[in-house]
């Protein structure tokens, strides 16, 4: 499960990190490059991805909308 998203800010970071914290699916912020590829629990790799188009990244079996939500709530969707 595959969803775009941009990562503007230090509270962007902060936002995204908080809510996938309390998210049970493991995520992960990849950037569109390839070369970059982080837990989204990890404030220092989100850090590194403030600027440059992501993806946010999730096992096949989690449910889309939890995605949709977590992006939202972040506010990165």
Do not use: Q
Not at 27 to 55: E, Q, T, Y
């Amino acid at each position: 499960m595959v969803m775009d998203i941009n990562i503007k800010s230090t509270s962007d970071v902060e936002r995204l990190n908080a809510v996938a914290s309390k998210t049970p699916d493991v995520l992960w912020v990849h950037s569109n490059d390839g070369m970059i590829m982080v837990d989204a629990r990890s404030l220092l790799g989100l850090f590194a991805l403030i600027g440059k188009p992501c993806k946010l990244v999730a096992e096949d079996s989690t449910d889309y909308k939890i995605l949709a939500r977590v992006a939202r709530k972040a506010g990165v969707a």
